[in-house]
């Protein structure tokens, strides 16, 4: 079953620690995103990855850190640098040749609870 | 730098009324315009963009450049309608998105 896989749904973390959020696709697309979704502010981009080993900063990419160390893989780690960790995170992927452009798949999401 | 605006966060209308979400965008250049939707319990998807010139779900969005809008439009609208939608511009290569904040359509039967 072709997707992207987004784990754990559900994370509640204390002040002061970082926590890693894990985005999966077995899609063969060369594109990853991770988004914050807020109420009322939509997506916002915190980074994004066009190939392996590389990854660009999106707008809100303070307190956040990301890998891409395989092409299926772009874990999200939110720091205690963070000063509003509280959402909800969305990761996407995407074709960059041969696709529809401007069609990103997403996971379902995680959500992130800072205690 | 580009933006994207939906005025409205939500929006209710009766089944069968006419149905239209508003867009606004601001870009120096040629964008590319995207409506998403998000329904209950499922996955952020595309809807539409403006490039295909097509209705899907019998939606349409009209890009307007003068008027820097991309509403999207349905003439009678139907329960299973009720989701988010977000509309989203792409000013660059590549595929990265800058989302509105998104309107809440509720389909009232």
């Known amino acids: 079953d072709g997707g992207i896989t987004q784990s754990p749904k559900y994370l509640f973390r204390k002040e002061g620690q970082n926590v890693t959020l894990s985005c999966e696709q077995n899609l063969n697309h060369d594109a990853m995103y991770w988004y914050r979704q807020d109420p009322g502010q939509g997506l916002r981009l915190i980074y994004y990855?066009?190939?392996?080993?590389?990854?660009q900063k999106g707008d809100i990419a303070e307190g956040y850190s990301v890998s891409r160390e395989k092409k299926e893989s772009f874990p999200l780690t939110v720091t205690s640098a963070q000063k509003n960790p509280t959402a909800f995170y969305l990761c996407?992927?995407?074709?960059?040749?041969?696709?529809?452009?401007?069609?990103?798949?997403f996971g379902e999401g995680s959500r992130l609870t800072v205690l | 730098a580009q933006r994207v605006t939906q005025p409205e966060k939500l929006l209710s209308v009766f089944k069968g009324a006419p149905v239209e979400l508003k867009c606004n965008y601001s870009y120096s250049g040629s964008p590319e315009l995207f409506w998403y939707v998000q329904y209950s319990r499922q996955r952020l998807q595309l809807l539409l963009r403006h490039i295909s010139r097509e209705s899907i779900k019998g939606f349409t969005a009209d890009l307007n450049k003068g008027e820097t809008s991309f509403h999207l439009k349905k003439p009678f609208a139907q329960e299973e309608d009720s989701a988010m939608y977000y509309c989203?511009?792409?000013?660059?290569?590549?595929?990265?998105?800058?989302f509105g904040g998104g309107t809440r359509l509720m389909v009232k039967p």
């Open positions: 990855s066009q190939i392996v080993n590389d990854f």
């Open positions: 996407a992927s995407s074709r960059l040749a041969g696709g529809i452009t401007g069609e990103l798949f």
């Open positions: 989203a511009l792409s000013g660059n290569a590549g595929n990265m998105l800058t």
